[in-house]
């Protein structure tokens, strides 16, 4: 990895050649300093660096800019160099913007100008985003590339996996003459989609997603075989679990089968969350928890998928899909739930291929101009057809039910409403999907009265509902009939304690069949299905891990 970069961008020549002064006589030994006059001219500097694999460790772009402000830039500066640290430049009238962007764009400080002594009012600031981005692990790998098809499932599914997770990428379409030059360069062919080459020059060959995340540099082996605890699941609810776990001194372990965030990762906007007023997206929330659990010494291992659970005694012992085992004294489930298949003729044959299910970020740009379809009531639906109205001509979005109101928030109906390219079908469902190698049509049928009718389609995204990731579990501690797991009081039958139970005690609020297994999140019997809710029953999980191993 080459030098970190500092780069500042203002348009006002004193002040930036001011700030590019001041930088250089502190960091100019171990750091390259960079500046720029117009945002533009800072996001050509970062493509470039970008392409070259350099790594960015401080942004600072002055708020007030012709054509873009610095809050924008910001934000555009994110999808290029995700982890480098962000401060605002502003003057005293401007501080409400700055406190603004700190939740808008997930921007780490604000500098007031002048800032004379920099001693006091530059250089500490920029100390505190330098340690963030030195302590923060960063799985980037300069240069990786993707040659793949833009109608290939194992494709889509290998870009997901790397935005998802965070890890910048450059893509080339089989179809351009540059992608064609690397497959010929890699000794590949069409059939070998997606071709992946790494910035040491390896390349991978439809690569399955373990291979991949370890070439992006992210967590696929345990650094240890037994821990005090084990979180299956990185959603908002095992992200909580394992913050509060790492921070309480417990040795944490969080195991994630894709990317960290679950579903609640892929919502483009999330306005109801407590302390961000103008809301966050899933994406941005997930990394800071990310980097938080990792702070605090939490070890997360991705793309690994647990198959068993096990008792041995006093240990907890989970299987995952390598062979390998993990043991710890405590559990913690936070599997939540995968969306339910439409369940149609042609559905299966098109997902990765203009049917994705969740919110498929990669793909928001491909709908540009395009008349494209959501399937779903619920927030996650809603959020997604407000954000996807960004890109595509017209966004459908297809209620089964007769309206809105019993499923989707208050706020996000008013905001769809407000939108003019977001229509609404209710009492409307799939029937069927149809095309040639990708999606062309979706039939719909009318619910009421079940008519039929055919429309063309390039985009479908679906968001209904979903089933608890529990069958793994099936033997190991009670399940409800539609899998998802009670706990606690609803473990009790006219005041009996479950079958096989031998604590003198009953179980605990959040505690499973199995003494020393916890349940986080929406895998949970009656479980609010909330952001929110899942972050606090990761957080008092962990209060009721502390209370068992006290009975050790």
């Known amino acids: 990895m080459g030098t970190p970069v500092l780069l500042s961008v203002d348009d006002d020549p004193g002040v930036s050649r001011a700030v590019a002064r001041d930088l250089r006589r502190r960091y100019g030994a171990d750091h390259r300093v960079l500046r720029a006059s117009s945002a533009a001219e800072g996001l050509e500097a970062l493509r470039e660096l970008k392409l070259r694999g350099d790594p960015v460790a401080v942004l600072l772009a002055d708020y007030r800019m012709p054509e873009m402000n610095g809050i924008d830039f910001l934000e555009m500066a994110m999808d290029l160099f995700p982890r480098a640290r962000r401060a605002l430049l502003t003057a005293y009238a401007d501080t409400d913007a700055?406190?603004?962007?700190?939740?808008?764009?997930?921007?780490?400080?604000y500098l007031l100008k002048p800032w004379d002594p920099p001693e006091e009012k530059l250089y500490p600031t920029v100390d505190a985003m330098l340690t963030a981005w030195r302590e923060t692990p960063d799985p980037e790998v300069a240069g990786v590339k993707i040659v793949g098809h833009r109608w290939s499932a194992p494709s889509f599914r290998a870009r997901d996996l790397l935005a998802r997770n965070a890890v910048p990428y450059t893509w080339f379409s089989v179809d351009e003459p540059e992608g064609q030059r690397i497959l010929a360069a890699a000794g590949a062919g069409r059939e070998d989609i997606p071709v992946v080459v790494t910035a040491d020059a390896r390349v991978l060959l439809h690569p399955n997603e373990s291979d991949l995340a370890a070439v992006a540099g992210l967590a696929v082996e345990a650094r240890e075989v037994f821990y005090d605890l084990i979180v299956v699941g990185g959603g908002p609810a095992g992200l909580g679990a394992a913050v509060y776990g790492a921070s309480e001194g417990l040795r944490t372990v969080l195991v994630e089968r894709e990317a960290t965030g679950g579903q609640a990762g892929q919502s483009s906007r999330i306005e109801n969350y407590l302390g961000f007023p103008d809301g966050v997206s899933g994406g941005?929330?997930?990394?800071?928890?990310?980097?938080?659990?990792?702070?605090?010494?939490?070890?997360?291992?991705?793309?690994?998928?647990?198959?068993?659970?096990?008792?041995?005694?006093?240990?907890?012992?989970?299987?995952?899909?390598?062979?390998?085992?993990?043991?710890?004294?405590?559990?913690?489930?936070?599997?939540?739930?995968?969306?339910?298949?439409?369940?149609?003729?042609?559905?299966?044959?098109?997902?990765?291929?203009?049917?994705?299910?969740?919110?498929?970020?990669?793909?928001?740009?491909?709908?540009?101009?395009?008349?494209?379809?959501?399937?779903?009531?619920?927030?996650?639906?809603?959020?997604?057809?407000?954000?996807?109205?960004?890109?595509?001509?017209?966004?459908?979005?297809?209620?089964?039910?007769?309206?809105?109101?019993?499923?989707?928030?208050?706020?996000?109906?008013?905001?769809?409403?407000?939108?003019?390219?977001?229509?609404?079908?209710?009492?409307?469902?799939?029937?069927?999907?149809?095309?040639?190698?990708?999606?062309?049509?979706?039939?719909?049928?009318?619910?009421?009265?079940?008519?039929?009718?055919?429309?063309?389609?390039?985009?479908?995204?679906?968001?209904?509902?979903?089933?608890?990731?529990?069958?793994?579990?099936?033997?190991?501690?009670?399940?409800?009939?539609?899998?998802?797991?009670?706990?606690?009081?609803?473990?009790?039958?006219?005041?009996?304690?479950?079958?096989?139970?031998?604590?003198?005690?009953?179980?605990?609020?959040?505690?499973?069949?199995?003494?020393?297994?916890?349940?986080?999140?929406?895998?949970?019997?009656?479980?609010?299905?909330?952001?929110?809710?899942?972050?606090?029953?990761?957080?008092?999980?962990?209060?009721?891990?502390?209370?068992?191993?006290?009975?050790?």
Request: charged residues 25%; proline residues 4%; negative net charge.
């Open 284 to 552: 941005q929330l997930a990394e800071r928890a990310r980097r938080q659990a990792v702070r605090f010494g939490a070890e997360l291992l991705l793309t690994r998928d647990v198959v068993a659970l096990e008792a041995h005694g006093p240990k907890r012992v989970v299987r995952l899909d390598d062979g390998r085992v993990l043991a710890a004294h405590a559990v913690v489930l936070a599997t939540g739930i995968s969306y339910r298949s439409l369940g149609v003729d042609g559905v299966d044959d098109l997902t990765g291929r203009g049917v994705y299910y969740g919110s498929a970020m990669t793909e928001a740009v491909e709908c540009t101009d395009r008349d494209i379809y959501v399937v779903g009531g619920a927030n996650s639906a809603g959020q997604a057809a407000v954000y996807l109205s960004r890109f595509a001509r017209t966004v459908c979005l297809l209620v089964r039910r007769e309206s809105l109101e019993a499923s989707m928030s208050a706020y996000l109906i008013e905001q769809t409403a407000g939108i003019d390219s977001i229509s609404v079908r209710t009492s409307c469902v799939v029937a069927g999907t149809q095309g040639d190698g990708h999606l062309e049509a979706v039939t719909l049928r009318d619910a009421l009265t079940g008519e039929r009718e055919t429309l063309p389609a390039s985009h479908l995204f679906v968001f209904i509902g979903g089933a608890p990731r529990t069958g793994w579990l099936d033997g190991a501690v009670a399940r409800d009939e539609h899998g998802f797991i009670p706990t606690g009081p609803a473990l009790l039958t006219e005041g009996r304690r479950p079958p096989g139970w031998l604590p003198d005690r009953d179980p605990y609020f959040l505690e499973t069949s199995l003494p020393g297994v916890f349940v986080a999140g929406d895998a949970r019997s009656d479980s609010v299905k909330r952001v929110a809710s899942a972050v606090g029953e990761g957080a008092m999980a962990v209060t009721l891990v502390h209370r068992y191993l006290e009975e050790r």
């Open 98 to 109: 700055a406190i603004s962007a700190i939740n808008v764009v997930d921007v780490d400080a």
